[in-house]
């Protein structure tokens, strides 16, 4: 597959098996217009770098910052594994540009769109997985995403857990979340709220604090890192 050798080199990866990397790079769109030479889209690939992304950096904070509470870790965890910053990384090897995309997704920008980007660097972090195991991928994920966490460490980053989950739970959900009291206890200068995270019908966590604000965001912060755990597992 001569066609490549450029993105392996943008990459720095040589793989066995080249079909991994094609694979990892056939949007919806292309395999939904060619199903005779393309009959299968990179999201099972996405599926599993998710996971791998997420072990590798959960390991990585563990182990180089030892001083870093559980807190910290999952604030630095979120903001590495999120699609804002995997489209930037995506972007800076010009990922884009490798993309098997249907012609209305190319048309309509699609070498430049975020959900696009993200998900084909989680794919592509699968098929270097899958084709040269945890120690060469671990050394990928780490040069890719190096200069994000100097970045996010030298910020001290302060994460919208709202934002964050409505965007994790929109890309694998389709769906956004809403906030409910549920219930307000307290006197009038000292009050308490308790507010429940729902997706559709289903309660996904509480959270609680002494503004209908401060509660909806402990509420949101409880809900990200559980099902950032769950991804991670």
Do not use: C, W
Request: charged share 25%; glycine share 8%; proline share 3%.
């Amino acid at each position: 597959m001569e066609e490549l050798s450029a993105v392996q080199q943008a990459l720095g990866v040589s793989f066995k098996d080249p079909s991994l990397l094609r694979q990892a790079l056939i949007h919806g769109s292309f395999a939904n217009e060619n199903p005779a030479i393309a009959p299968i889209p990179n999201e099972r690939l996405e599926f599993l770098g998710d996971a791998v992304l997420g072990l590798v950096v959960a390991t990585r904070l563990y182990l180089d910052f030892p001083h870093f509470n559980e807190g910290e870790m999952t604030k630095l965890r979120a903001f590495l594994v999120r699609r804002d910053t995997l489209a930037r990384v995506a972007k800076m090897i010009k990922l884009g540009d490798f993309l098997y995309l249907g012609k209305g997704e190319d048309a309509t920008g699609g070498r430049n769109k975020s959900a696009n980007l993200a998900g084909a660097m989680e794919a592509v972090i699968g098929a270097v997985y899958l084709d040269q195991g945890i120690e060469v991928v671990t050394a990928f994920i780490h040069r890719l995403l190096d200069a994000e966490l100097t970045k996010a460490i030298g910020k001290r980053i302060d994460v919208n857990y709202k934002s964050e989950l409505q965007e994790f739970l929109q890309a694998r959900e389709q769906r956004a979340p809403s906030y409910h009291v549920v219930e307000t206890s307290g006197p009038d200068h000292d009050k308490r709220f308790t507010v429940e995270v729902r997706l559709g019908d289903n309660v996904l966590g509480t959270g609680s604090g002494k503004s209908k604000k401060a509660a909806e965001t402990a509420a949101a912060e409880i809900v990200l890192k559980s099902l950032i755990d769950d991804f991670t597992l």
